[in-house]
Every structure is written in structure tokens, then in C-alpha cells.
């Protein structure tokens, strides 16, 4: 149990670090971080890949936080719990939709950028990678979603799918 506490700890910490990555590096070059002025179809498709970020991080991952926080702190206040719980309830209702918005931009990131680059390198591969398990994922969410009795198991391989998915995304926005 404490592993995966650890575990749990540590890939919420990849994801924070991914988020400001990008951004880091963009500024450690001396570079706009929207990407190059002269270029602007590829600024467009950099927008679109880190708002498909910020959309899957904080509309759709914080469900799986949520729930976690949910357990972690049993023993909290009154207030804690019903301001959890009340997080949780939103999340719940809004993570498909937000889900499929996400997938949606990504698509369009990964359109854009595919034909302004042309030629498929390792960055554009883990691309494709990080989409392709999205698509898993995302087919097994909507199997979720439909079935009336929750499986713990999909619901579990849907999150390690996930969590594969920012693993492979990591390399790619700093590849």
C-alpha cells in the first residue's frame, strides 16, 4: 500500500514537472514559449498540444486525485470530506465530456503539427504513441461510461493506460 502511495506521489509530481517543462525549456533557449514568431501554424500547434495538457491534467486526471484524496484523508473534518466529495461529484460528471474535449484538441495538435513537420521523427512518433493510447484508453472510458456496473479492473487498466500515456507524453515534450 505505501508503493503505491509512492507510486501515486510520484506520478503526480511527473505531471506537475510536465506541465511547467515545456515552458522551462522554451525559456532557457531564450524562445517565445509559444513557439517561433515567423511560424505561426507551428505556435498554433503548440497552443493546441498545451492546452490539450492543461485540459486532460486538471478537467479530466483530477477525477483520479480526487478519489485518492478521497481515501487518504477518511479521518478529515467534516468540511474536508464534504468539499472533497462535492470535487469528486463534479469531476465524475464532467470527466467524459472533458475527456473527449482533450482528445478532441489533440487530435487537432497532432493534425497540424503532423503537416507542418512532414517527416515522422522520434518526437512525432512518441506523439503518435501518447495518441494511440489515448484512443485505448479513451475506448475503455466510453465502455465505463455505457456499462451500468463499474469493473474495478477496466477502471484500473484505463488508469495505468493513462498513466503510460503521460510517461510516453513526457518524452515527447521534451524531445
Not at 41 to 62: D, K, P, Y
Not at 154 to 160: A, E, I, K, P, T
Given at each position: 500500500m505505501v508503493r503505491r502511495k509512492q507510486f501515486v506521489l510520484a506520478l503526480f509530481l511527473?505531471?506537475?514537472?510536465?506541465?511547467?517543462?515545456?515552458?522551462?525549456?522554451?525559456?532557457?533557449?531564450?524562445?517565445?514559449?509559444?513557439?517561433?514568431?515567423?511560424?505561426?501554424?507551428?505556435?498554433?500547434?503548440?497552443?493546441?498540444?498545451?492546452?490539450?495538457?492543461?485540459?486532460?491534467?486538471?478537467?479530466?486526471?483530477?477525477?483520479?486525485?480526487?478519489?485518492?484524496?478521497?481515501?487518504?484523508?477518511?479521518?478529515?473534518?467534516?468540511?474536508m470530506k464534504d468539499m472533497l466529495k462535492s470535487g469528486a461529484t463534479i469531476m465524475r460528471k464532467w470527466h467524459v465530456p472533458v475527456g473527449l474535449i482533450a482528445f478532441g484538441i489533440a487530435m487537432v495538435h497532432g493534425v497540424i503539427m503532423f503537416f507542418h513537420e512532414t517527416v515522422l521523427e522520434m518526437n512525432e512518433w512518441t506523439g503518435i504513441a501518447t495518441l494511440g493510447m489515448m484512443v485505448i484508453a479513451l475506448i475503455l472510458g466510453i465502455v465505463l461510461a455505457l456499462k451500468k456496473k463499474i469493473s474495478t479492473g477496466?477502471?484500473?487498466?484505463?488508469?495505468?493506460i493513462f498513466m503510460l500515456a503521460g510517461i510516453v507524453l513526457f518524452f515527447h515534450i521534451v524531445g
Open positions: 511527473l505531471f506537475i514537472i510536465m506541465g511547467f517543462s515545456g515552458v522551462a525549456l522554451a525559456n532557457g533557449q531564450g524562445e517565445n514559449p509559444l513557439g517561433d514568431i515567423e511560424d505561426p501554424i507551428e505556435s498554433i500547434g503548440q497552443f493546441f498540444g498545451w492546452v490539450t495538457l492543461g485540459v486532460s491534467f486538471i478537467g479530466a486526471a483530477s477525477l483520479f486525485f480526487f478519489r485518492k484524496a478521497l481515501v487518504k484523508f477518511n479521518n478529515a473534518s467534516p468540511e477496466l477502471r484500473r487498466v484505463h488508469s495505468v
